[in-house]
């Protein structure tokens, strides 16, 4: 497991294509509400056709949606300002009523549906399970939305019993959740203790149905007979 930064000292990713760039232009939505030529210029993106296409995106993925229209210099038409979340779009100027078109972005897709993931915590592999993504793309993007502020620890999971604490993020600026501590000897050999009987109790209940007498402390073996021993 990649170790896990504290979130004031992660600096934003200088990806400029990719999932990294979709949740940039998100962002400046959610603080600033521009225009395309606007968050391209914010994000030094040369290309406005770039912008066009993800904005176009993730506004037919239900991320986003127009909440306006102005005219721009150098802009035939009038362009829309957008606004985060799911909504209908106002009529056009000059076009009259408009519609997303259909995102045939795959990268877009799978970042949709990383983004809803994080409505609730969520680890890296559920993240991963959800949107389809590689553990490489998934935890750079992680780490670029942390950097952001966008999301942030809520809380930690133990996959395994022996194993470290993973982090569970979720959408939001707020403070990461402190990690807990390590489990001492004492209580490691207590949670063994307690498996253990937990166990013996499960086999005694088989052995008073099948007859199968009790193995020795500490052993659980394979299968039940069901002809006795």
């Known amino acids: 497991m990649a170790k896990l930064t504290d979130q004031n000292s992660v600096a934003p990713s200088k990806t400029t294509r990719g999932v990294c760039l979709y949740l940039s232009v998100m962002r400046r939505i959610r603080l600033r509400g521009e225009a395309n030529g606007a968050i391209a210029k914010a994000l030094k993106i040369k290309s406005h056709n770039t912008i066009d296409r993800v904005t176009d995106g993730l506004w037919s993925l239900g991320l986003i949606h127009p909440s306006g229209w102005v005219r721009v210099k150098g802009s035939h038409y009038?362009?829309?300002?957008?606004?985060?979340?799911?909504?209908?779009?106002?009529?056009?100027?000059?076009?009259?009523?408009v519609k997303p078109k259909r995102c045939p972005a795959i990268e877009l897709i799978?970042?949709?549906?990383?983004?809803?993931?994080?409505?609730?915590?969520?680890?890296?592999?559920?993240?991963?399970?959800a949107?389809?993504?590689?553990?490489?793309?998934?935890?750079?993007?992680?780490?670029?939305?942390?950097a952001l502020r966008e999301v942030h620890v809520?809380?930690?999971?133990?996959?395994?019993?022996?194993?470290?604490?993973a982090p569970m993020f979720m959408r939001g600026g707020s403070a990461d959740k402190p990690k807990p501590a390590p489990m001492t000897?004492?209580?490691?050999?207590?949670?063994?203790?307690?498996?253990?009987?937990?166990?013996?109790?499960?086999?005694a209940v088989q052995s008073a149905i099948t007859g199968a007498s009790l193995p020795l402390i500490g052993c659980w073996p394979r299968s039940v007979s069901t002809t006795g021993s």
Request: hydrophobic residues 30%.
């Open 78 to 97: 009038p362009q829309p300002t957008w606004r985060i979340g799911h909504g209908e779009a106002p009529p056009h100027p000059e076009r009259g009523a």
């Open 110 to 129: 799978a970042f949709a549906a990383w983004w809803r993931e994080l409505e609730s915590p969520s680890s890296r592999r559920e993240l991963m399970a």
């Open 131 to 146: 949107s389809g993504m590689g553990s490489t793309s998934c935890r750079r993007l992680v780490t670029h939305a942390r």
């Open 154 to 165: 809520a809380d930690w999971s133990k996959p395994h019993i022996n194993g470290d604490y």
């Open 185 to 203: 000897n004492t209580e490691t050999v207590r949670g063994q203790y307690h498996r253990r009987k937990n166990r013996r109790n499960v086999f």
